[in-house]
């Protein structure tokens, strides 16, 4: 098992900054590759980033490169998306996932929600014009 912890939401304006923290117990990950998603209400969970444990590689959602940064601690067993010029479409709950084996990374598939095995509970973020 491994269990995830998301935290850091909360409410910014349009342009501001927020930082989201992940925190991953449990089961070792060296070779998993970790992803942020998000749920805004009525939509289905869309792809933000991700990042591969092991070499730091890092993929992003068109949506949010340029504004958005995935990167990890490996001391402290975290993940952290770092989100610069915030606009109100990226107001969702945002979720942390993990893909154990990383076999999405080898395989293309680091965007699909099917491709992860654990996920956090969530944490909104609300970002106002």
């Known amino acids: 098992q491994m269990q995830l912890a998301e935290s850091g939401g909360g409410l910014a304006q349009a342009g501001g900054s927020l930082r989201l923290s992940c925190a991953a117990s449990g089961r070792t990950f060296s070779s998993a590759a970790m992803g942020w998603f998000r749920q805004a209400p009525g939509k289905d969970r869309e792809f933000v980033a991700a990042i591969r444990w092991s070499d730091r590689s890092t993929y992003y959602a068109d949506s949010v490169k340029g504004r958005f940064t995935i990167s990890r601690d490996n001391a402290k067993n975290t993940v952290y998306l770092q989100m610069n010029s915030l606009k109100p479409e990226d107001t969702a709950v945002y979720y942390c996932?993990?893909?154990?084996?990383?076999?999405?990374?080898?395989?293309?598939?680091?965007?699909?929600?099917?491709?992860?095995?654990?996920w956090g509970q969530g944490t909104q973020v609300t970002v106002s014009s």
């Open positions: 996932a993990a893909d154990l084996n990383g076999s999405s990374w080898y395989r293309g598939l680091v965007g699909k929600v099917d491709e992860y095995d654990y």
